[in-house]
Each structure stands twice: as structure tokens, then as C-alpha cells.
């Protein structure tokens, strides 16, 4: 299956790319870089050597916008380390980016690949929707559009009510799901976007002890991280791509037991990317979705219209249940002999 991944890599988005990578029936045919968890340029850097690490093929990377629709850019090194993917260090490249950008590179794949492609968006919705003002048709040029975004009945994680991504950029993801309406109309139901939330994504927490699974699916076992490591503690596994992992998951360990999630790390952008390839790891409740633009408190709020009170046709599909064990036992399996089809060094 072909797939196009927009993200602002970071240390989730990083392991969603990972997953793909390692998915027989993942065809990754493009990757968005959007501003994000950290700046456009990070992000593109990243993606490049990720692609390297994993000796990916020639799999274009295209840089889009610097900054979000009409907002200033805010980014999240707190999270995801300074350069986005913790302590990790990805290997040097002689890879390029794309002449084009990430919003030509998002209607160029779709054209490629009419109806078949399945869009995966996991980062701020901004070269999402630049796609769709230089191509209003394209939701209707996608077999499927997986977006991890918002938090549907749900606290948010970057204000009291939004989420990361829709809060980088609320007017993007706005434009996205009233463009979606806009090119379906009411005879959607079966092209709705899948739009995964903290709601659910909050269910996957990677603990050290998963994180030792697949590093001993990897043929490279290491001793389980604890909050009781020093501080920035590198990974001492002799595999490649376990190493960064570990390395870039620390960080984010670190992160979430210093806001009080515990030792762990919620990976938002793997399950998106799994649900990508097999939207049937998730349930799902078909509604009509907004995002607020104006409030003074609630502005990046995702609203769902679930009682029909807005009289307005469906855009969205929103996850509401997921078996993490499921979910976990499909990343390792997948993503452990990757990982050692990549040897240690
Ligand atoms: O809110 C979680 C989302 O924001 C994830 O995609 C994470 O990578 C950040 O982009
Ligand atoms: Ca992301």
C-alpha cells in the first residue's frame, strides 16, 4: 500500500516512520517534513538520517512551510529533546530534500497514486491544508487519511482543552476538516478521515519493559531503563536502530515522568501509523468535527458534534478504543527484525 507520512519528527513521529519502514505492506512512497515539535529544517534533518540509519531506499523528503497558517511557530524541545529525537544522534547523510515542497510533494503522490494512496498525518495539519488549497479535490484522490490530532472528551496536553498538533496550527487543521465536507459532501461515510486523539493514543504508553521486548526481538538485548538512571544515560545496545531508539526514548521517558505520567511514553504516532495499514486495530464513532479558532481559552479545542446539534454531514471518524497489547505485540513483532535486519556495528 502506498503511503504518504506528514510529520514533525520528533521522537513518536520517528518511531511511526520506524514502524512503516518495517511493514512489508507499507509502501512509504513520500515524507512531509511540517514544523512541529521542532523547526522545519530539524525536522527535515531528521528525516533524512533516519532514512539513512534504517537504509531506506530513495524516498523523497520535502520541506514545508517554516511556520503555521497564521500562527507563530511554537515548538516542543521540552519534549522531544533540541534537535527532536532526545539524545539520539542519527548518522550523517548525502541524502537531499525534494525540489518541491511538502505541499506540492502531498498532491504529486496523491496524483501518482489516485485512490490508493493512504495519507498519514502526524504532525500540525499546515502542508496538509496548503495541499488542499493547490489541490481542492484531493480528498478525494486518497484511499485513506489517518491523522493524529486532538482530544475528543478529553483533557488536552498543550492548553487545558488542545492537543499539540491541532494547537500548533488550529486554523490548518480547521481547513482540513471543513475542506474534507467540501469535497465529499454528504456521500462520504466511507472516505471519512480517521482522526486518532489523546483520547486514545494516551492508551499506548511504551514502558522499559516493552522497550526490552523489542530490543531483545532485535537480537540486541539491553539492561531496562528505570527512573533511577542518570540523567541522558546512552544506550549500550549493539544494534544500530535500537541504539537511537533507546537514546531518543529516554528523553521522552524523562519527559513524561517529569510531568507526572510516570516512566513511561505515550507513542501517539506509531499507533496512527499502524491504524494507517489496518484501521481495524481501532473502534471507531462517525461525527462532524470543528476546531475552535477564537476562543480565548479554548482556541485549538477539537469539537465533536456527536448529537447532531450543528445538522451537519460527517467528517470524521474518531478512535475510541484500542487494545495497546495488540498494538504492541504488531510494533515488535514488526519492528524487531528490522531492527536486526539492520546488524549491529
Ligand atoms: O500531541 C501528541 C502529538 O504532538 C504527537 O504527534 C507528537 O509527536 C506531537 O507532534
Ligand atoms: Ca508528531
Known amino acids: 500500500m502506498p503511503v504518504f507520512a506528514d510529520v514533525d519528527t520528533g521522537v513518536d513521529d520517528a518511531m511511526a516512520l520506524v514502524y512503516l519502514l518495517a511493514s512489508p505492506d507499507a509502501d512509504l512512497v513520500g515524507i512531509a517534513s ?40 511554537r515548538t516542543a524541545e521540552d519534549t522531544h529533546g533540541p534537535e527532536g529525537l532526545g539524545y539520539a544522534r542519527l548518522p550523517a547523510t548525502d541524502r537531499q530534500l525534494t525540489e518541491h515542497d511538502a505541499a506540492q510533494a502531498w498532491v504529486s503522490a496523491a496524483r501518482a497514486h489516485p485512490g490508493e494512496l493512504i495519507g498519514l498525518a502526524t504532525g500540525p495539519l499546515t502542508n496538509l491544508a496548503l ?59 466511507e472516505h471519512l478521515p480517521i482522526v486518532l486523539g489523546l483520547n486514545l493514543t494516551e492508551h499506548i504508553a511504551m514502558t522499559p519493559q516493552l522497550l526490552g521486548r523489542l530490543a531483545e526481538a532485535a537480537g540486541s538485548p539491553t539492561a531496562p ?27 521522552y521517558f524523562e519527559f513524561h515522568f517529569d510531568t507526572d505520567d510516570g516512566y513511561l511514553a505515550h507513542l501517539h504516532d506509531p499507533l496512527a501509523a499502524a491504524v494507517a495499514l489496518d484501521p481495524e486495530l481501532v473502534q471507531y464513532r462517525q461525527t462532524t468535527v470543528d476546531v475552535e479558532l477564537a476562543g480565548t481559552l479554548t482556541r485549538g479545542m477539537t469539537v465533536a458534534d456527536w448529537r447532531g446539534h450543528w445538522g451537519l454531514p460527517p467528517n470524521a471518524l474518531i478512535g475510541v478504543r484500542v487494545d495497546p497489547a495488540v498494538f504492541f505485540d504488531r510494533f515488535i513483532d514488526r519492528v524487531g527484525p528490522f531492527a536486526h535486519s539492520l546488524g549491529p556495528t
Open 34 to 73: 511540517t514544523a512541529g515539535n521542532v523547526g522545519v529544517q530539524q525536522v527535515c534533518v531528521n528525516n533524512l538520517g533516519l532514512l539513512e540509519l534504517c537504509r531506506a531506499g530513495s524516498i523523497p523528503v520535502s520541506k514545508g512551510s517554516e511556520h503555521p497558517l497564521s500562527a507563530p511557530l
Open 131 to 189: 495541499a488542499m488549497r493547490v489541490e481542492p479535490g484531493l480528498p478525494r484522490l486518497l484511499r485513506r487519511l489517518v491523522i493524529m490530532g486532538g482530544a475528543f472528551d478529553y483533557r488536552g496536553n498543550t492548553t487545558p482543552v488542545s492537543e499539540w498538533n491541532i494547537s500548533v496550527d488550529p486554523e490548518s487543521a480547521a481547513e482540513v476538516f471543513g475542506g474534507w465536507t467540501a469535497a465529499w459532501g454528504t456521500d462520504a461515510p
Open 225 to 251: 531503563m528505570s527512573e533511577l538512571d542518570e540523567r541522558g544515560t546512552r544506550s549500550a545496545a549493539v544494534n544500530p536502530l535500537i541504539r537511537v531508539l533507546e537514546d531518543a526514548m529516554r528523553f
